[in-house]
């Protein structure tokens, strides 16, 4: 995946540094700000979070879109809210 | 409450009394010829023996190692030729993996896992050795290994988690076990390799050396052995029943730990260990409730990169694309009781509850 998701994100969050479970307990936290099929992106050098981010999708019934590099190179991932 | 035996089992009673006694009349070189080495090479004989009836295998397969890693170091790399493929799952314990890393001249080519854990057999194909585990360390789902054999290669298995606890799964070629993981004292592995095939196959990875078995390394631990076979006799005397009331146990773990909100159990829920069962709370940090487990009494293990030694989280749950946060393993003890279990199931709700309002979720 290229830098730009499918319909733009709507809302990235800055969870650089932040450890586990913080980067999935953000991302909770700030999902329903984005309408129902917005995506929201999670910014997170945490190495957790590249096998966490899919299972909250999984267990939370949303989308995971993928994942993709913030400008400074963090690892980025993507979220489509579905509920 | 002691619920990490997964980790390492107390030791067995029917270990205690033969490790004393052995400690006091088998110190000597069981290679001299004098009395008190014969008296501890008859020993060391004995518990060769005992475990080999234990394991249902050939007397002539049983090896003694210093340990349970020692002893996966010597059965995989063991098979190995130089610039040879191995094929391993990429639920294997560490010991595996980094015993392929050690070894650059080897290509390690990882094979996927279901959600369940387990292996894709057909991705262990076209390789000269596979490595599989009887039974995965973490979550207790069971391998194919008989599977895999008839992919015609080599197999090493890796039965650390399972020895003692069920019968060996047919196909391997060598096998490793560890003694403190079934009841038997630390520093005592089990290498078996097997009668023909295992045999013509195998050659020692490491320096030679003049002891009484040529596969391993290092004076015997005599007392250490027979105490090890003592406790896998009395463990696998007792087995059929020992698994019957762990299992019902886990499976009364599953059933309450999954009514607990945003609660993932991870693992074959049938086809598994019996004594181990693995679940992930989410937005829960793993070191957090294993200390707050803790405070209560009750002792468990945790595979979140928060309590682990690196900051990586397993490597077995993230194979898996399983949630690595918030991750508990209760492994029973021989005599664990409903009530014990019904008191961790108590507790754990309202302590899921707590971490996560302090986190304002």
Not at chain 1, 10 to 37: K, T
Not at chain 2, 291 to 306: K, M, T, Y
Request: negative net charge.
């Amino acid at each position: 995946m290229t830098g730009d998701a499918p319909r733009g994100v709507a809302l990235e969050l800055d969870c650089r540094a932040m450890l586990c479970p913080r980067p999935v307990i953000e991302l909770a936290r700030h999902v329903g700000e984005v309408p129902v099929g917005e995506v929201v992106a999670v910014v997170a050098t945490d190495a957790a979070a590249r096998h966490d981010v899919p299972a909250w999708c999984r267990m939370r019934g949303h989308t995971y879109l993928g994942e993709d590099l913030a400008e400074d190179g963090a690892p980025r991932y993507l979220v489509r809210r579905d509920a | 409450m002691y619920l990490d035996t997964a980790s390492s089992e107390p030791l067995h009673p029917a270990a205690r009394e033969v490790l004393l006694a052995a400690l006091e009349h088998g110190y000597a070189d069981p290679r001299r010829l004098h009395g008190p080495a014969r008296t501890a090479r008859l020993l060391l004989d004995n518990a060769r023996e005992a475990t080999a009836e234990a394991l249902g295998v050939r007397r002539d397969e049983v090896s003694f190692t210093s340990s349970g890693t020692d002893a996966v170091h010597r059965g995989l790399l063991g098979l190995t030729r130089p610039g040879q493929v191995v094929a391993h799952s990429a639920v294997e314990h560490s010991a595996v993996l980094h015993a392929l890393a050690w070894r650059p001249d080897l290509t390690a080519r990882s094979a996927p896992v279901d959600r369940l854990g387990r292996v894709e057999v057909a991705a262990l194909g076209g390789a000269d050795v596979v490595a599989l585990q009887a039974a995965n360390h973490e979550v207790g789902t069971l391998q194919p290994v008989a599977a895999a054999a008839e992919l015609g290669a080599p197999v090493f298995v890796d039965a650390c988690a399972a020895m003692g606890r069920l019968p060996l799964p047919e196909g391997w070629t060598t096998a490793a076990g560890s003694a403190h993981k079934w009841g038997g004292p630390a520093g005592v592995g089990v290498l078996l390799v097997r009668a023909g095939a295992g045999r013509a196959r195998w050659r020692s990875p490491f320096p030679a050396d003049d002891r009484v078995d040529e596969r391993v390394g290092g004076f015997e631990n005599v007392a250490g052995a027979l105490a090890s076979a003592a406790a896998l006799q009395a463990v696998v005397a007792e087995r059929d029943e020992t698994a019957a009331r762990q299992r019902a146990l886990v499976d009364l773990v599953r059933e309450r730990v999954a009514r607990i909100p945003d609660t993932e159990v991870v693992g074959d829920p049938d086809d598994r260990l019996p004594h181990l069962v693995t679940f992930s709370f989410l937005y829960v940090d793993g070191e957090a409730i294993v200390d707050a487990l803790n405070r209560r009494g009750f002792e468990v293990a945790s595979g979140s990169a928060c309590t682990a030694s690196t900051l990586e989280p397993s490597h077995v749950l993230a194979a898996m694309g399983a949630l690595t946060h918030g991750n508990v393993r209760l492994s029973l003890t021989r005599d664990a009781t409903e009530a014990e279990v019904e008191a961790l199931c108590d507790v754990l709700p309202g302590i899921v509850a707590e971490l996560r309002a302090e986190v304002g979720l």
